[in-house]
Nanobody
Framework: QVQLIESGGGSVQAGGSLRLSCAAS????????MGWFQKAPGKEREFVAV????????VYADSVKGRFTISRDNAKNTVYLQMNSLKPEDTAVYSC????????????????????WGQGTQVTVSS
C-alpha cells in the first residue's frame, strides 16, 4: 500500500509561483513513476506532468510546458511540482499519483495507469 500526501497549495495572483510537494509512504519509492494531475471545477481530471522512476524522463501537458517543472528526490520519497507564471486557468485541485511502472524510464499520462492517489491540494490563481 502506498500513501501519498500533497502539500504546498494556496492562493496566488496571476504570474506568481507555487511549489507542490507529494510525500510517499512506501518502502521503495523508486519503484514508482510519479504523476501530477489537476481537476478543475466542472471539468474532468487531467494529466499535468509525469516523471519516471529514475527521474531521467519527464512529460508535460502542453498547457504547462515551459511553466511547470516536475522533479523527485528518491532519498526523501518526495515528488515536486514547481509552478511558475501561474494563470487563472491553472486553478484546480492538484493530486499526485504513483504508477508501479516496470521500467525505470517509463512515463505514462493515462489516469488508468496509476495505482495510488493522494487527496489533493487546492491551487487558486486570481487575475
Amino acid at each position: 500500500q502506498v500513501q501519498l500526501i500533497e502539500s504546498g497549495g494556496g492562493s496566488v495572483q496571476a504570474g506568481g509561483s507555487l511549489r507542490l510537494s507529494c510525500a510517499a509512504s512506501v518502502r521503495t519509492f523508486s519503484n514508482y513513476a510519479m504523476g501530477w494531475f489537476q481537476k478543475a471545477p466542472g471539468k474532468e481530471r487531467e494529466f499535468v506532468a509525469v516523471i519516471s522512476r529514475s527521474g531521467s524522463s519527464t512529460v508535460y501537458a502542453d498547457s504547462v510546458k515551459g511553466r511547470f517543472t516536475i522533479s523527485r528526490d528518491n532519498a526523501k520519497n518526495t515528488v515536486y511540482l514547481q509552478m511558475n507564471s501561474l494563470k487563472p486557468e491553472d486553478t484546480a485541485v492538484y493530486s499526485c499519483a504513483a504508477d508501479r511502472a516496470s521500467f525505470v524510464t517509463t512515463v505514462r499520462t493515462s489516469i488508468s495507469s496509476y495505482d495510488y492517489w493522494g487527496q489533493g491540494t487546492q491551487v487558486t490563481v486570481s487575475s
